[in-house]
């Protein structure tokens, strides 16, 4: 893990007349580049990390790759993750904590063709639902408990289809729906040409299944080191000014995204769309709602006999210390 200066090494340095580097952090993001994190794109290309004395590398995620492994790892010192897949990784004994949540709301969403007769839950029995993994997979598999849907196919259950992170099974009818974010793959469907009539849409928030996605996590022993918790605290608040930043000016955005992608796969007008999408999902202020915690956990803990968790975290998954002194 990257280890900052101690406040006594800055101050030797400064003794002897010379500039100390800025703090070094590595932030993993869960997937690609891409306007989902674009406010960490902005605040690094507007200089607000440069400015909190912060030099902050931002390493894309990608299909293969779990933030929790890598942050477990010793690759990165924060990560963005769900927290259903965070919580998931605490209980199997990986101390993460939520030092803030940027997304106050959940993207996530089941979208079906119309034409495959799904107009309800009740309707899911005997169909294939296309499911993200490496993480992704908790707040379905928490849903169709719920519902009390099996999904290990059968007359009464459904067929998981191990959903590749595109909308190819809905387009090729492999699946009769498929995960999708309401700034991403949603769009995606809608510009292969399928108009919104012919789709039948269910939001995991309307359904009272949401879990909190896309917040910031570092490892409980980060936040023992003094100098580590000062770092943080400079990076949400440099972060959650570039979030403000990008939510505000969706297209500038947009092409700072673009210039950090390298993969040259993004198009400037689906980043714009999805900046635009992303906005209205985010909190005001990157702090951490405990309703919504909470929110989260029973809806993780309401498993039946195969719950995403077994017992609820606790207080200690997640601290209002960083954001408390961040926004002060």
């Not at 090494?9 to 500039?19: D, E, K, N, Q």
């Not at 390493?59 to 929790?68: E, F, Q, V």
Request: charge should be negative; charged fraction near 20%; include cysteine.
């Amino acid at each position: 893990m990257t280890r900052l200066l101690a406040g006594t090494a800055v101050l030797g340095a400064l003794a002897f007349g010379g500039a100390h580097a800025a703090d070094e952090l590595t932030l993993q993001l869960k997937w690609v580049t891409q306007a989902q994190f674009a406010g960490y794109y902005v605040a690094q290309d507007k200089g607000f990390y440069e400015e909190a004395d912060l030099d902050v590398t931002i390493k894309p995620g990608g299909p293969d790759i779990a933030p929790t492994q890598v942050i477990a790892g010793g690759g990165a010192d924060v990560v963005v993750e769900w927290m259903p897949a965070a919580l998931a990784a605490r209980e199997r004994g990986l101390p993460l904590v939520n030092i803030a949540q940027p997304f106050a709301r959940s993207g996530m969403m089941l979208t079906c063709l119309a034409e495959s007769g799904v107009t309800g839950p009740e309707d899911f029995p005997g169909r294939t639902l296309g499911v993200w993994f490496f993480g992704n997979e908790y707040p379905f598999l928490s849903w169709m408990s719920q519902l009390g849907i099996p999904t290990e196919g059968g007359e009464d259950g459904v067929t998981v289809l191990k959903q590749g992170f595109n909308v190819d099974p809905l387009l090729q009818k492999q699946a009769d729906c498929i995960s999708t974010m309401t700034y991403n793959e949603y769009w995606q469907v809608i510009d292969a040409g399928i108009t919104p009539e012919q789709l039948v849409t269910f939001n995991y928030t309307d359904r009272g299944v949401a879990t909190l996605e896309d917040g910031l996590y570092v490892l409980d022993e980060t936040l023992e080191d003094p100098a580590m918790v000062d770092a943080l605290e400079r990076f949400v608040a440099a972060s959650m000014r570039g979030w403000a930043y990008a939510a505000e000016n969706p297209e500038e955005a947009a092409e700072i995204v673009l210039e950090n992608d390298a993969t040259g796969a993004q198009t400037f007008e689906h980043q714009v769309r999805m900046m635009e999408e992303v906005g209205k999902l985010l909190g005001e202020d990157g702090v951490l709602d405990p309703a919504a915690f909470e929110t989260t956990v029973a809806s993780l803990l309401s498993g039946g006999s195969d719950p995403v968790i077994t017992a609820h975290p606790g207080d200690a998954a997640w601290t209002h210390a960083i954001t408390d002194a961040a926004l002060n």
